[in-house]
């Protein structure tokens, strides 16, 4: 279980739960490389607007270069990291990056034990997305990295005995809860959709993230169609103090269908949940609001 411990390693904790998936999402990236090319070194150069794009889309609203994690992630055991010439990785800088063509790999055993155990690798796999990412986000990732999609979906990593593993108190029936508080109706929009007696296109979308100690709870959660919660997780939509919708300024949409779905909830008043029912605590949306939604905004 060494490289399952390592891993757990990786996410740097803070007292305010900041987000950090830049060493993450380069794990991920290289787990793709091996599995569509086999091992091979990647050089910085080749590999930074991938990982650029993905640290834009996944990662906080200001993160860090590509050279950050491809130069600090050899201090965790996973990955190794050299010049063309072979000498030592001089910094982060892109420019020095660049100019002493840096490349780097995983770790020799790392990459022989992921190769040899398909389980390990899809252990590794939906560990790291379960500790930096909302698992409405895992296929997105995997899809970005170049993983095979199926991993996205894999088993929860099983309890090892470390007592640090992703948490899996979960509320088997948080989204009926939540579906009841707004009474079936988006919180944004107030969509509502019925097949039968089947509600559908209905989500619990959460405000604080559950790989960051967001609770299953309605006082962390809204009703959401399945595009605005989306899009609530992407960091295009989020909510203000004041419980007005916020729209990130960076998204981009043409038509008339975008903007009456999008663009025009900015500055709107949330739909809250009936009489009787708590709505999101204000420590949540401001952690949303620091963590995930792209401002500034709209309005």
Not at 55 to 82: I, M, N, T
Not at 232 to 245: E, H, M, R, T
Not at 287 to 296: A, D, E, I, M, S
Request: with cysteine; aromatic share 8%; net charge neutral.
């Amino acid at each position: 279980m060494e490289w399952l411990e390592l891993i757990l390693r990786l996410r740097r904790w803070t007292d305010n739960g900041t987000r950090d998936p830049h060493k993450a999402l380069l794990v991920l990236y290289a787990i793709g490389q091996l599995q569509r090319v086999g091992y091979k070194t990647i050089r910085f150069r080749d590999a930074e607007s991938v990982l650029e794009g993905m640290l834009k889309e996944f990662g906080p609203p200001r993160p860090a270069g590509a050279g950050y994690p491809f130069h600090h992630l050899a201090s965790d055991g996973l990955w190794e990291v050299a010049t063309a010439s072979g000498g030592p990785c001089p910094s982060a800088e892109r420019a020095a990056l660049l100019a002493e063509d840096v490349h780097g790999r995983l770790h020799p055993a790392f990459a022989r034990d992921l190769l040899a155990e398909p389980a390990l690798l899809a252990q590794i796999v939906r560990l790291l997305l379960d500790l930096n990412f909302e698992g409405g986000l895992h296929a997105d990732v995997c899809a970005a990295a170049g993983l095979m999609p199926e991993l996205a979906h894999t088993a929860a990593v099983a309890d090892f005995g470390k007592g640090d593993l992703p948490r899996t108190d979960r509320d088997p029936i948080l989204r009926q809860k939540i579906l009841l508080a707004y009474d079936c109706r988006c919180a944004f929009c107030g969509f509502e959709g019925w097949i039968g007696t089947t509600v559908i296109g209905l989500e619990a979308a959460r405000l604080r993230w559950w790989a960051f100690e967001g609770l299953d709870d309605p006082t962390n959660c809204l009703c959401l169609c399945t595009l605005h919660h989306k899009l609530l997780d992407k960091g295009v939509l989020g909510l203000s103090p004041l419980g007005k919708i916020m729209v990130s300024r960076q998204f981009v949409g043409t038509t008339e269908t975008s903007r009456r779905l999008v663009t025009d909830l900015s500055g709107r008043a949330f739909h809250p949940p009936q009489p009787g029912f708590a709505g999101p605590e204000a420590r949540n949306i401001a952690w949303h609001g620091r963590q995930v939604f792209r401002g500034p905004s709209l309005a």
